[in-house]
C-alpha cells in the first residue's frame, strides 16, 4: 500500500514561543492518506523528529501495509517491529487507518469508541510568551475562550500572569514547559496560586522524575507531565511523581497508543489532558475525538494559524463540538496561499 504524503506550511496569526524555542512564524506538518484515509504528523525536533524523518520513516514503513488495514492495532503493532521510535510518522498512519475505518463503517470516530460527543471539557486556548504588554493583548483577543494555557519560562513570570489578571478572570493553565528547577518551580507555584492558576504543566525537565515528586509534595497547584511521557509506559513510574499526564499524538504515536495511555492513568489515578502540536484541524479533530474520556482538553492550535486546510472540529461556549461526519470527519478547504 503506497502512502501518499506532503509537506504542508502552516502559518501562524502571531509569532509564537515558548521557554526552550525561539519564535516561530511558520510550523511545517507532513501530511498523509492512505486508501483513502487522512492523517498528520507536526514532528517535533525535541523528541528527535524533523520532517526528513518522517518522510524517510514513512518510506520504509509502507510495506507494512499490505495486510488488513482495519486491524489496526495489529498494523501498529507490525510497524513498531519494523522500526523503532519514529513515533511522529506512526502518529500520521495512525490517524489516516482510522479516518479509513471511519470512512468504511461510515460512523465518526467517537461512535466507533463509543463515546459520547457531548462530554467534551472546554478547550484551554494557548497564549505564547512574549512581553507582558503583548500578552495581554492575546488575552484580550482569546475572549471567546473559557480558559488560557500561559506559556511561561522565564525571570518575568510573575509579572506576566499578574499583567494578565489585570485583563481577564479566566481559570489560567500555567505551562513552563521544562523551564524550571524544582527549587524555583516550588517558590514560583506559591506566588502564581493566588492568582488563580489551576494546574501546572511540565515546570521542570522531563527526566527528572525526583524534581517533580519534590515539586508535586510541596504544591496545592496539580502538576502535570508533559515531555516526561511518551508512550503507556510511561506512566507508571511518574504515578508517583505528578498529578496528571498531558497525552499528544505525535509524542506516543497514534490514537491507539493514547487509548492505552488513557488506561493505564485511570489505572493509577492520574488526572488526563489531551494536548497538541502547532497543527492543522486534521491533528486537533482526530485528537479531539478521545476528549470525552479526559478532564483537561488543550487543542487549540488550528484556531492560532491563518492557513489551515481542513475544516474539522468547531467551538461553542469553549467547547470543541465534534464533527458528525464519518471517520476523523474533516474535509478540506481551499486556502489562499502566500
Avoid at 484515509?37 to 520513516?57: C, D, M, N, Q
Avoid at 517491529?81 to 498512519?93: D, E, M, Q, R, V
Avoid at 489516516?96 to 478547550?123: C, E, S
Amino acid at each position: 500500500m503506497r502512502i501518499h504524503h506532503r509537506v504542508v506550511d502552516l502559518k501562524l496569526l502571531h509569532p509564537f514561543k515558548i521557554a526552550r524555542r525561539a519564535v516561530d512564524e511558520y510550523r511545517q506538518v507532513v501530511s498523509v492518506e492512505i486508501d483513502g484515509g487522512l492523517g498528520e504528523s507536526p514532528p517535533a525536533r525535541f523528541y528527535g523528529e524533523t520532517v526528513e524523518t518522517v518522510r524517510t520513516a514513512l518510506e520504509i514503513l509502507a510495506p507494512c501495509l499490505d495486510g488488513n488495514l482495519d486491524a489496526i492495532q495489529c498494523v501498529m503493532a507490525e510497524l513498531h517491529s519494523a522500526l523503532g521510535g519514529n513515533y511522529a510518522a506512526k502518529s500520521a498512519i495512525d490517524m489516516a487507518l482510522h479516518d479509513r475505518l471511519g470512512k468504511t463503517l461510515g460512523v465518526p470516530l467517537y461512535r466507533l469508541w463509543g463515546l459520547d460527543p457531548n462530554a467534551t471539557p472546554p478547550t484551554s486556548y494557548t497564549i505564547g510568551l512574549d512581553s507582558p504588554d503583548v500578552m495581554q493583548q492575546k488575552t484580550r483577543e482569546a475572549k471567546d475562550y473559557a480558559i488560557l494555557k500561559v506559556k511561561l519560562g522565564t525571570r518575568q513570570d510573575l509579572q506576566i500572569v499578574r499583567a494578565l489578571r489585570e485583563v481577564t478572570d479566566k481559570p489560567i493553565y500555567a505551562d513552563a514547559n521544562t523551564a524550571w528547577s524544582p527549587k524555583e518551580a516550588v517558590r514560583k507555584i506559591r506566588e502564581l496560586a493566588p492568582l488563580g492558576v489551576d494546574i501546572v504543566e511540565q515546570p521542570t525537565a522531563a527526566d527528572d522524575l525526583e524534581g517533580l515528586k519534590y515539586i508535586r509534595e510541596h504544591s496545592d497547584i496539580p502538576i502535570i507531565a508533559d515531555e516526561s511521557v511518551k508512550r503507556a509506559a510511561d506512566v507508571p513510574v511518574l504515578a508517583d511523581c505528578v498529578d496528571g499526564v498531558n497525552i499528544k499524538l505525535v509524542k506516543c504515536g497514534g490514537l491507539v497508543e493514547a487509548m492505552r495511555i488513557i488506561n493505564v492513568a485511570r489505572a493509577h489515578k492520574l488526572q488526563i489532558m489531551m494536548g497538541c502540536m502547532i497543527e492543522s484541524s486534521l491533528g486537533i479533530t482526530a485528537a479531539a475525538h478521545l476528549t470525552p474520556l479526559v478532564d483537561y482538553v488543550d487543542l487549540d492550535s488550528h484556531l492560532l494559524i491563518s492557513n489551515d486546510p481542513y475544516s474539522g472540529v468547531t467551538l461553542k461556549d469553549g467547547r470543541l463540538i465534534l464533527p458528525n461526519r464519518p471517520g476523523i470527519g474533516v474535509v478540506q478547504r481551499a486556502v489562499e496561499q502566500d
